[in-house]
DNA sequence: AAAAGATTCAACCGCTCGCTT
DNA sequence: TAAGCGAGCGGTTGAATCTTT
C-alpha cells in the first residue's frame, strides 16, 4: 500500500476533509479503521483527536460564555481535572478546550495573586479563594475570535472536495448547517452502493447540527452521580440528566 | 513600524481502561 | 482467565497570534 510514513503536525484542509468523510461512512469510532481506509497517513489517535476537538459538527466554537465559565469552575471544583467529563457537561466544548482554558484562567489568577501579594500586600483581594466560582476573569476579548474555520474555512474546503480544490478565504454567511449540508452531499455519493456494518451513519441525519444523535459519544450525559446539571447553554435550552 | 513578551490553541505522548478473542 | 488491541483521557509542548512597548 501507501508509503506508510506516518505525518504529524497540523493537518491541512484537505485532510479534514478527507476525515469528515470518513467518519461519516464509518462512524467515530473506528479510528484506527479509518486511519487505513482514508490513507490519511495519520494515527487512529490522531484522527480521533482531530475530530472530537476540531471537525466535529456539535462544536461551538469561540469565546466561552460567562454561563460556561461558571459552570467549568463549579465542575472542576467538583471533580477536579476529569476534563472529559466536565466536557460532557458542556455541550459543544471539548475536553482540550476546557483544559486550555482552565490552564489560562488559573495562571491568570496565580498571575492576580502575585501581583496582589508582591507590590503592597492589599489586604482586600481575597478573591483567590481556591477553587471556587470567583470568576472575575472572563478571558481577555480576543478580537479576531474568528479563526479559518469559524469563517467557513471548513465549509469552504467542503466546497473544495466538491470542486477538487481549496478555496481561499471569504466563506462569510455560510453557516455551520449549511457546512453539513454540504458535507453530507458530498458524500452521499460515496456512501451509495457502500455498505459497511460499521457505518451507522444514515446520511441524512448529518445535518443536524445539534447532534444529539450522539447517543454514545461526544455529550451523552447523566453517565453518573450527581450528573444533574443546568446547562445555561443556547436560548434557555436545559438538559437535565439523570 | 518593529520587536519583544504574553497568551491561546492545536496536536502529540504516554498511560489506563474496556472490549474481544 | 489472560492477553492483545483499540479507544479515551489527562498532561505537556510548540507554533501561531495578539498585545504592549
Redesign the pocket.
Known sequence: MMQDEI?????TEKEDLLLVNFVHLFG????????KVSGLN?????C???W???LHPGLK???MTPQEERLVLELHAK??????????NLPGRT???I???W???T??KA?ERKRAMSPSLSSSNCSSSSNTTTVNSS???????T???DTGGLEQVALAGKNGEAVQGGGKGYSTDDFWKDIENTIEPLCDGFSEEGCKFSCPSLASPSWEYCSD?LWSFGDDEEGKVFLPYDEGTTFLTG
Open positions: 505525518r504529524k503536525g497540523p493537518w467515530d469510532r473506528r479510528w484506527d479503521f479509518i486511519a495519520r494515527t487512529g489517535k490522531s480521533r483527536l482531530r472530537v476537538n476540531y466554537r469561540g469565546k471533580w477536579g481535572n476529569r476534563w472529559s467529563r466536565i466536557a460532557r475536553d482540550n478546550e483544559k486550555n482554558y490552564r489560562t484562567h495562571r491568570k498571575q478571558p481577555p476579548p480576543r478580537t479576531g475570535e479563526s479559518f474555520y459519544t
